[in-house]
């Protein structure tokens, strides 16, 4: 038994005398973690599908046809015609559908049917 207590404490007085080991805390963890996010938000124009894609929580055509990331809210969301959409409010024309087809998109104008097949 003798042997053991002093076989552990040649072991731990090293690691006691040297500062102990290095193990990493849990808020240096965490802050890697939140950076690795960070690193994966697109910049200013660079294309998105969402807000939330964004360095600036802010994707939208700006009127035109593809989807990027805006600086500011002075960049309006709304996009072209014919361009992919959800809702009205992705649309300059406030008016989207699928004009008969299977894909929702900005249409020009309420003379567009909304409908999809």
């Not at 973690?33 to 929580?57: I, K, R, T, Y």
């Not at 969301?77 to 008969?100: F, L, V």
Request: hydrophobic share 25%; proline share 6%.
């Amino acid at each position: 038994m003798k042997r053991q207590s002093l076989f552990l404490a040649l072991l731990v007085l090293p690691l006691l005398a040297c500062g102990g080991m290095d193990v990493p805390s849990e808020e240096t963890t965490s802050e890697v973690e939140v950076g690795s996010v960070e690193s994966q938000l697109q910049p200013n124009w660079a294309s998105c599908s969402g807000d939330m894609d964004c360095q600036s929580n802010r994707c939208g055509c700006n009127g035109g046809t593809t989807r990027v990331c805006l600086p500011s809210s002075a960049y309006p969301k709304q996009c072209a015609n014919w361009t992919a959409c959800s809702n009205d409010s992705h649309c300059t024309s406030n008016w989207c559908g699928c004009n008969g087809g299977q894909v929702m998109v900005c249409l020009p104008n309420t003379s567009y049917p909304k409908y999809c097949t």
